[in-house]
């Protein structure tokens, strides 16, 4: 208990130079950030049914909790993938940080090595895979888009992402086409056209082979002519597969059946995400989705979660209804925004104790006994 209290007033000390919550770090970021830039980053699809969703399933989602355990240790450290981690989290990919902070990915690569928190590096972050490498010998994954346009370009990143030391590759695949973003049509904002994502493009020698024209503006162009990929399908998958020998990782499966297709396919876990409501507006709250995901996989591939995770409570709710691993979205990129790599340390280290604090008074002193929790899920 008195640990407890030390560390309440220590957070509380630092706090008077931090954000606490969710809202107090958007805050920050919004001042700190350019307007097209913060509109891009907090806006959902549509009329952002979805991304509200994802935060009133949470809400509608309670913990049971359980009596009488000893909790005087609460033990949460993650298996994944055979790799053991220090924390249920990892960084979801977010493209084109650069329009966060200065230091984009390279500071928040920096900052998830300091927890031993997986980073999910997107293909149009603003700084290369090897760029952040460097910078950062922490756990990486490497998040790809699909290039029908020229599936080489896939291929290469692929393997620079081996060469470089990440441990698994994420295939977005609710990407195929951008989502109908009504702030960013009307202010006219395009990071990508503006060069925010051309990291790993403007280093890839067979994308840049592949260009008659190395021109800024060409560059530009192809990369948002690639980025588009609505011809992928599960044989794009079964051809990735072929092609590494690191875990394959489908982000944005929804519905139960590409659940099980993904086992069939052979992929070694999915994220059960709605991309943060910022592409099919409409569409099942994240959360929804992974109780009914997680009855039919039972256990035969890992299942991870994103989508409204704004503290650790949400992510304990996740992992109670049967994630493996929960995917911090926006809280880190505010983080990053508000203060760079500190901030997105901030934003870590706050999700590890309240995750802590959470089990802690539910009853469960090791997260792998988290399934003694109950949950109830509200009409
Ligand atoms: C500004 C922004 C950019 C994103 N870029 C990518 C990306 O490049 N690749 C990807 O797979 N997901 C991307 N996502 C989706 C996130 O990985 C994640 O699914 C989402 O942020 C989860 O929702 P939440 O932030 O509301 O928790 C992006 C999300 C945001 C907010």
Redesign the pocket.
């Known amino acids: 208990m008195e640990n407890r209290d030390k560390l309440m007033k220590e957070i509380g000390e630092n706090e008077m130079a931090f954000p606490l919550t969710f809202k107090e770090w958007e805050d920050v970021a919004k001042e700190k950030m350019i307007t097209g830039g913060y509109q891009?980053?907090s806006k959902g699809a549509g009329s952002e049914e979805t991304a509200k969703r994802?935060r009133t399933a949470l809400e509608k989602w309670s913990i049971i909790p359980r009596m009488l355990n000893d909790v005087s240790t609460v033990d949460v450290t993650t298996e994944l993938l055979g790799n053991k981690y220090a924390s249920p989290f990892l960084l979801?990919?977010?493209?084109m940080q650069k329009l966060a902070h200065t230091n984009g990915e390279i500071a928040t690569a920096q900052a998830c090595k300091k927890f031993m928190v997986p980073f999910i590096l997107?293909?149009?972050s603003s700084c290369s895979i090897e760029e952040v490498a460097e910078v950062s010998n922490g756990p990486k994954w490497f998040?790809l888009y699909w290039s029908h346009e020229n599936p080489e370009v896939s291929y290469s990143m692929i393997h620079r992402a081996e060469k470089a030391g990440y441990e698994a590759i994420v295939v977005?695949v609710d990407?195929v086409m951008a989502g109908w973003r009504e702030g960013d049509m009307k202010a006219g904002f395009s990071p990508l056209s503006l060069g925010y994502g051309s990291g790993n493009y403007k280093t890839d020698p067979v994308f840049m082979a592949s260009l008659k024209d190395k021109e800024e503006q060409s560059i530009i162009e192809e990369i948002l002519t690639h980025i588009q990929h609505p011809q992928l399908t599960w044989d794009a998958i079964a051809e990735i597969k072929k092609r590494t020998t690191l875990p394959i990782i489908l982000?944005g499966i929804l519905h139960k059946e590409d659940a099980l297709l993904a086992v069939k396919y052979g992929v070694d876990g999915i994220i059960v995400?709605n991309?943060?409501g910022?592409q099919l507006d409409g569409v099942i709250a994240s959360i929804d989705a992974l109780a009914e995901i997680k009855e039919v996989i039972d256990k035969q591939i890992p299942i991870l979660f994103?989508?409204?995770?704004r503290r650790g409570v949400d992510a304990v709710k996740a992992l109670a209804i049967g994630a493996d691993a929960v995917c911090i979205?926006?809280p880190y990129?505010y983080g990053l925004a508000a203060h760079g790599k500190v901030g997105v340390e901030k934003v870590i280290e706050r999700f590890i104790q309240e995750t802590e604090v959470t089990l802690g008074l539910a009853g469960i002193a090791r997260l792998a006994e988290i399934e003694r929790l109950g949950m109830k899920r509200e009409k």
Do not use: A, C, E, F
């Open positions: 891009y980053v994802n979801s990919p977010i493209g997107s293909t149009v998040q977005t990407t982000k995400s991309h943060g910022r994103d989508s409204g995770v979205g926006r990129l």
